[in-house]
């Protein structure tokens, strides 16, 4: 029993060395002890704060990216979008030019025919006026006194107009 229970001078030297190492480090060690606990809360606090900080501006800094690519996303279909208008606008303004072009055409190739045609028909008129001349001429020439006569060789100038 006398191992468990210490003795009263074993009590009163180590009561002593602990009460004088406890003095010298509250003398020399205490300060610079409490000083690097508080300097190190302090930094371990700053810390803190600085990472709370950093979180709240890259928080900040996604809303950014995102409103970001948001309005790049709108401007990109309003951009897509002003490129299909011009692109139909430039489409339909070549078709109406064509179909311009095509009715001028078409007009101008009716007129040129319809001259062409007045112009045969002329000229078949005074082709006809011009035989029509030559065979009086050529009746009057001959008077005949025969009407049957003068109705062979009508027939036969008419004949002979025809091959030429």
């Not at 179909?99 to 001028?104: E, L, R, S």
């Not at 006026?129 to 006569?149: F, P, T, W």
């Amino acid at each position: 029993m006398s191992l468990l229970l210490p003795h009263l001078g074993l009590i009163f030297w180590t009561l002593l060395a602990f009460l004088i190492v406890f003095f010298i480090l509250k003398k020399f060690a205490w300060k610079q002890i409490i000083s690097g606990l508080n300097e190190r809360e302090s930094n371990i606090a700053d810390a803190i704060a600085s990472a709370e900080k950093v979180k709240k501006e890259m928080t900040q800094l996604k809303s950014d990216n995102e409103a970001l690519l948001q309005s790049a996303r709108e401007e990109r279909a309003l951009l897509l979008k002003e490129a299909k208008d011009i692109k139909d606008k430039m489409i339909n303004d070549a078709k109406e030019e064509a179909k311009n072009q095509a009715t001028k055409i078409i007009a101008d190739a009716n007129a040129s025919i319809h001259h062409q045609k007045m112009a045969a028909l002329t000229d078949i008129k005074n082709q006809v006026g011009k035989m029509v001349v030559e065979v009086s001429e050529k009746i009057l020439r001959r008077e005949l006194a025969d009407k049957a006569q003068q109705e062979t060789y009508i027939s036969q100038l008419a004949e002979e107009i025809k091959m030429n």
